[in-house]
């Protein structure tokens, strides 16, 4: 009887093991053919950091040049490649490093790629970098003499060239500005920096306009931020621009900065172009210092070492979050089928944590139950307007859009920059949520909705828990066999016949 | 507040797990759903099979027929309005004449033709049918209340669930609908639940939200003094449901018509598990037995396999007594 009954389970336990199996061989290939730690932290940060350039050739000779970063306090550039088909490539290197495409003809739409991996590391000194010249500088009036109060302000409460440079840069800070101030803000807004180092280079203090990329995982489309630096005899140091609301680039501060551009050329220059580019895409990789070393040597990938790593940096940090759904997805199959939660949707929590993941979790949460709770009141109304099912989902999808759009503005209305990232929500899923919510409010009440609402946003918590945890990044990034061992894992749950969790209280009176 | 999971083993407790491998997915095949999901098919099989269902009065299968509502119930004094493939008591209307052009609803509301039409066409266009299919509205007509019964439910009509396993009647319970289940007889909801003996159709042991009680909620009648009459036949009834669908595992929902006895509503091919804590037995301990029979056994007619499932399945409670 047993046995009748163990035999044709047999090939799926072996199915399931073989899977297993499979996955840990490829870990352990991973780990000691290449060197990939299997522990986050022991190890090396790279970051790969992608410029994609794209600009509309004119069918005539093309030159293209672009600022290349170059070692630095903090970051020592390991490897740099460029992909550009039937480009011309030259590194020009020296004290303004330079990457140059050209190209005898071209016409439409091209796209030039450069690739650099950088590593975090100490080793690298402070460099010498000699002040420039200071040009002449005048002002059309009446900002030239504006210029000059706000100057002999900043000079007044200052010692040095870097003191002067930080009390002149908290006089554009301040909320309520003084009326020279609001003069220059006003004519020269779009051009901040600029007018910073035409000050600066006014009042005789040695300055120049830099760029710098700061470096956040898997961020695709960034742009480079303009940073001034600023001399004082043989000492240099750096400082942020005020950033006003309009501004299309952030200053996080705890994000590590790699300048890209340190002497003051532009950064990209083209001729025989037009509707210039330039947007950046990075991601980052916890490796060995010996696979570092293996893959410079070799920089072709050989065929065996197939893994997301090959791929361009923005399609690898695309895969990145592709690599954490099934970690989701396994979580939501142990709540449901272990534990017995219900959600509503089966993998709309999965979703709901992928948003969390952008928009963090606590505006996440807050976020979720405003668009919801609105939404559920909205649908309530709707429904007494006896809608065919498809208008109705249509309905509350543009009701979804309207909230996210009404809280977004009031957020930033209210200085709260954090409602603003409401938008990363998925709408549509949000709108059959809604949907199905609202239909188990009439047929079953409001008690099911508090469990099957409440089942989902503690899934989603825990999803996002696990899909945002360094340690299950590193590994599902790095080790595809990961993958294998889930799906054996997903295998044997789904043949799991023993008690939920729940159903322990559910049949309480069997006791 | 919890209980061991070997305590529940030992007493042959089905769980979700198990139910939906061990029992659901092994013994429905999945093409075999759409006949119980559409209670249309379910009344047109079991009426060729035999098996007593309410009087179809008539469908409305298109938009356009809605208008034709009130020529084609003129006769009708009460009639039940059903969604063909809806679930779980999602959209059925039982309504009594009041004059020309309207109803009264079971709760007393008076409705007009008007509201009707709307809400048959909202059935038509898949407001209740599962994932918002197009659907077909049945108008069937009403049961007769067996006055047994009249001190037992509020509002709606109790109707007796009976599992049957490879055409086995393994468990039963009779489902109350109380004022806090809104008139709907799913437990979940509130209504309460009576487990009722295989052999004789004798209560066991009622419970509400889990809780064991001895009275209905609301009219206060002693739940021990239930009796359901041609109980016997109920059990062939819906033993037979086994042959007409082809499922293994099954939920038959039975109600007692004053005149015509025992009848079958609607048929479960996923039905749920509180009927055990209502009868306060484990399925597997009679589910168990069942698959170990001869094929010879499995193919006995209706008759014969309720017999050997009074025999077997009599509870101890009631002989002792």
């Known amino acids: 009887m047993r046995l009748h009954s163990l035999t044709p389970r047999l090939p799926f336990f072996l199915l399931a093991g073989v899977l297993f199996l499979i996955g840990i061989v490829l870990i352990l290939h991973r780990h000691w053919v290449y060197e990939v730690p299997l522990f986050y932290g022991e190890t090396q940060t790279i970051w790969s950091v992608e410029a994609k350039i794209e600009f509309q050739a004119q069918d005539e000779p093309v030159n293209v040049t672009m600022s290349r970063p170059s070692n630095q306090k903090g970051f020592t550039v390991l490897k740099e490649a460029a992909a550009s088909p039937g480009y011309g490539l030259n590194f020009i290197d020296g004290t303004q490093p330079q990457a140059q495409w050209t190209i005898r003809s071209a016409n439409g739409k091209q796209v030039l790629f450069y690739r650099a991996e950088v590593l975090v590391s100490d080793s690298e000194d402070d460099q010498v970098i000699p002040a420039p010249r200071i040009p002449f500088v005048s002002l059309p009036q009446p900002f030239d003499d504006a210029a000059n109060t706000v100057l002999a302000n900043a000079f007044a409460t200052s010692s040095d060239n870097f003191s002067f440079t930080r009390e002149l840069l908290k006089q554009f800070q301040t909320p309520n500005p003084q009326q020279p101030i609001a003069l220059l803000q006003q004519q020269y807004s779009d051009q901040m920096p600029q007018l910073i180092v035409d000050m600066l280079h006014k009042a005789q203090v040695p300055a120049s306009l830099i760029y710098g990329l700061q470096l956040q995982d898997s961020r695709r489309r960034q742009n480079l931020i303009p940073l001034l630096r600023v001399w004082n005899e043989n000492d240099h140091e750096i400082f942020y621009f005020p950033t006003s609301p309009n501004d299309h680039y952030k200053i996080k501060k705890q994000a590590p900065l790699l300048l890209w551009q340190q002497t003051g050329a532009p950064i990209l220059d083209i001729s025989g172009g037009q509707q210039s580019d330039i947007h950046f895409s990075m991601i980052k990789r916890e490796e060995s210092t010996f696979a570092n070393i293996a893959q410079n040597l070799s920089s072709q990938y050989d065929f065996l070492n197939f893994s997301i790593h090959s791929l361009p940096i923005e399609e690898q940090a695309m895969f990145q979050t592709i690599l954490l759904i099934p970690i989701g997805a396994l979580i939501v199959c142990l709540l449901r089928i272990l534990i017995g939660i219900r959600t509503s949707g089966t993998f709309m929590p999965v979703l709901i944590a992928l948003a969390f993941i952008q928009t963090s979790l606590l505006t996440g949460l807050v976020g979720f139950l405003l668009v919801v709770t609105t939404g559920l009141f909205i649908r309530s109304y709707l429904s007494h307007l006896n809608l065919l099912l498809v208008a109705r989902i249509t309905a509350v999808i543009i009701s979804v859009i309207a909230i996210i759009s009404v809280f977004s503005v009031l957020a930033f209305k209210l200085g709260l920059t954090e409602g603003l990232k409401i938008t990363f929500f998925p709408m549509i899923i949000l709108s059959w949520t809604i949907e199905r919510m609202s239909i188990l409010w009439e047929e079953e009440g409001g008690r099911e909705v508090m469990v099957q609402g409440g089942g989902s946003l503690l899934t989603a918590v825990l999803v996002y828990w696990a899909m945002n945890d360094p340690w299950v990044r590193h590994l599902t990034f790095n080790f595809i066999g990961i993958q294998f061992v889930v799906l054996s894992l997903v295998l044997l749950i789904g043949s799991y016949t023993g008690y939920r969790l729940l159903e322990l209280t559910r049949f309480k009176v069997f006791k | ?321």
């Open chain 2, 1 to 321: 507040m919890w209980v061991a999971p070997w305590r529940l083993k030992q007493q042959g407790i089905l769980g979700m797990n198990q139910r939906n491998i061990a029992y659901i997915a092994k013994h429905n095949p999945r093409h075999l759903y759409p006949l119980v999901d559409n209670k249309l098919k379910t009344k047109l099989l079991a009426q060729e099979a035999g098996i007593t269902t309410p009087n179809l009065i008539t469908t409305i299968e298109n938009q356009h027929d809605v208008s034709l509502l009130a020529q084609r119930l003129q006769a009708c004094a009460g009639f039940a309005v059903k969604p063909a493939k809806g679930s779980g008591g999602k959209g059925i209307l039982i309504l009594t004449r009041h004059s020309d052009d309207e109803f009264i609803k079971a709760n007393g509301k008076i409705i007009s033709l008007l509201d009707l039409q709307r809400h048959v066409s909202n059935i038509l266009s898949g407001l209740y049918s599962l994932g918002g299919t197009p659907d077909i509205a049945i108008i069937e007509e009403l049961i007769e209340f067996d006055t047994h019964f009249s001190g037992y439910s509020f509002e709606g009509i109790p109707d007796i669930r009976v599992i049957v396993f490879k055409g086995f009647p393994v468990m039963a319970m009779m489902r109350l609908a109380t004022r806090a289940s809104d008139g709907k007889a799913n437990l979940h909801q509130g209504a309460v639940g009576v487990g009722l003996d295989i052999a004789t159709g004798k209560p066991l042991h009622a419970v509400q939200n889990g809780e064991s009680v001895m009275r209905h909620p609301d009219t206060g009648q002693a739940l021990k003094q239930l009796q359901v009459n041609h109980w016997t036949e109920l059990l062939t009834l819906a033993a037979n449901c086994y042959e007409v669908t082809g499922l293994g595992y099954l939920g038959a929902d039975m109600v007692l018509d004053l005149n015509q006895g025992p009848m079958l509503l609607e048929l479960n091919a996923r039905p749920g598990l509180s009927i055990q804590i209502a009868n306060g037995t484990g399925l597997l301990t009679r589910l168990k037995p069942i698959e170990r029979l001869s094929p010879k056994e499995l193919h006995y007619p209706a008759h014969k396999r309720v017999q050997l499932a009074q025999s077997w399945f009599a509870s101890d409670i009631l002989r002792d007594q």
